[in-house]
Structure formats: C-alpha cells, structure tokens
C-alpha cells in the first residue's frame, strides 16, 4: 500500500518540477497492452525559465523525456517493462511519421529515465548499463540506440545539481535532501511546492496501519520541520494581522498612507497590539511621527 503512495507522490513532485518548462503526462497511457508511463515530458519550444535550476534533472528535461521512478530497487522484470513503454511510444511516433510521410525525428523519440534508489552491479551488467561519460556518477547508460539509463539515486554526489533526485531517494539520502531542500533561500520557485507535497506525503503515510520502518522514520524525521513550518506560517500570519490593524487604524485616523506614515509601520510593530492601538487612537500624526520617526 505504502509503495502506491510513495508512486504518487513522485508522480505529483515531478509534474510540479517540470511543468513550468513544457508539457507533463502524469500518468500517460501507451498502446498495445494497457501500460501507463509515470511521467511523459515534452519540452517547451522555448523555456520561459531555466532548466538549469533543477540541476541534473533539468538536464534529463532538455529533450523529451519518459521518466520512471521506483521506490524500490527497480528489478530486471521492472527495467523490461519500463523498456516496452519506451518501444510502444517509439512505434506510435513512427507509425504517425509514416502516415504523414515525413522520417522520424531523433530526438522527438524520448528518452527513459529509471529512477531506482540503487542498482546492483548485476543488474547493471544484465542490461549493460555503464557510467556514461561526462555524467554525474550513478547515470548508468544502456546501448544508444535504446536511448535509457538506470539512474541510482544512492550513487549520486550530494551536491545542489543532484538535490531535487535525491529527494526520491530513501533513508539518510532522502532526509538529508529534503534538510537541504528547507535551507534553500523562502523565495526559491520549488522550495515551498516540494515541502507542501512531501507534508502530503507524511500525512498519507501517517493514516496508514502497515508502515515499513523507513516510513515509519521518514515520518520522524518530519514531524519536527512540519511543526517548524506551521509555527513560522503562523507567526507570520499574525504579524500580517497586526500589520494590517495599524495601516488601517492609520488610514480611519490620517486618510491615506504617505511616505511619512508608511515609515513609522515598522517601529510601530515593535510594541505588542496592547501598547501600539491606545497610542494610534489618542496620538496625533505629528505626535506619532515624532515618537516613531526616531527609530525608523
């Protein structure tokens, strides 16, 4: 059950992630036997932002992509039938290509991420997936014309170009990804999306009876920075509050807010509700400016 869960959300935070540079099916179904691909990604025409911002994954995204991501280690029988997705939606792509007569163009074919926490060096083997030259360790390649790699997500450096994969790790690799993804600067375009949707995961995790003990620590480990995160969003909803009480007591009091008026706010704040609203009610603007313009 957990597994469906843990599938979900990779699914979500991947569309989150990729859909500000092009088209995402999450999920995405292919001819043949009904098989539904996790994430088919088409690239925008022209990016309205840069790829480089999600780092190696971003580079995955360059081209069209079929990503396919496993909580689990991905077994031989999972590789092959990720491999099938992979031929079906290259048939239907030369299928439309014969009907329109026009060649088939490479790199419209899409290539096969597998996201899988770790790779055992026989599987590897099995399918000849060597380090690919030029990549970050643990992108495995296959055969080109297969166009796939095993990328194992425990083998990656941990470094910022790696973070937004190793959040889909497991264990220490996922906790120490998900305290990085938290020290990332408040106004980073993915931090606030990929903590509420790894939140979603802990509560889902949470109202589940049959917990394997990873979950049961990834749970853990996120109780304290869930709690951080409502503390902090409540305090600063109650300063919002308070600051919304002195602008309009000063706007009843002094009609509208000049750069004079607009500079006191701040040390205003300073006082508790208790001390700054009988002072806004029985000061005058030249009294408040003069007590308050001080300290701004």
């Not at 007591?249 to 006191?264: C, H, K, N, T």
Request: with cysteine; hydrophobic share 40%.
């Amino acid at each position: 059950m957990t597994r469906f869960i843990h599938d979900q959300f990779a699914k979500d935070y991947l569309e989150e992630l990729l859909k500000p540079y092009g088209q995402v099916q999450a999920p995405s179904r292919v001819a043949g036997e009904v098989r539904e691909i996790d994430v088919l990604f088409t690239p925008a025409a022209q990016q309205a932002t840069n790829l480089a911002t999600l780092g190696l994954l971003g580079k995955f995204a360059t081209n069209p992509a079929i990503i396919e991501p496993f909580r689990n280690p991905a077994s031989k029988e999972e590789i092959c039938d990720c491999l099938l997705k992979l031929l079906e939606v290259r048939g239907a792509l030369q299928r439309e290509a014969n009907k329109n007569k026009t060649p088939i163009q490479e790199l419209d074919i899409p290539k096969l991420w597998i996201l899988t926490p770790t790779a055992s060096a026989t599987v590897l083997s099995g399918f000849r997936a060597v380090q690919g030259e030029d990549w970050l360790p643990g992108v495995h390649f296959m055969a080109e014309y297969l166009r796939t790699a095993i990328v194992a997500i425990h083998q990656l450096p941990q470094t910022p170009e790696t973070l937004w994969l190793r959040i889909l790790g497991r264990g220490r690799v996922q906790e120490r990804a998900i305290h990085e993804l938290k020290a990332l600067p408040s106004n980073h375009p993915f931090q606030q999306i990929t903590l509420e949707l790894v939140y979603n995961l802990r509560q889902n995790l949470r109202v589940n009876q049959n917990l394997e003990e990873d979950d049961r620590e990834l749970i853990m480990r996120l109780e304290p920075l869930y709690q951080q995160d409502r503390e902090q969003a409540k305090q600063e909803g109650i300063q919002q509050g308070e600051r919304l009480v002195v602008e309009n007591l000063l706007q009843v009091r002094f009609g509208s807010l000049d750069r004079e008026l607009l500079a006191i706010i701040e040390p205003i704040l300073a006082l508790s509700p208790e001390e700054f609203t009988p002072l806004l009610m029985q000061l005058s603007r030249e009294e408040l400016i003069a007590r308050f313009g001080r300290q701004s």
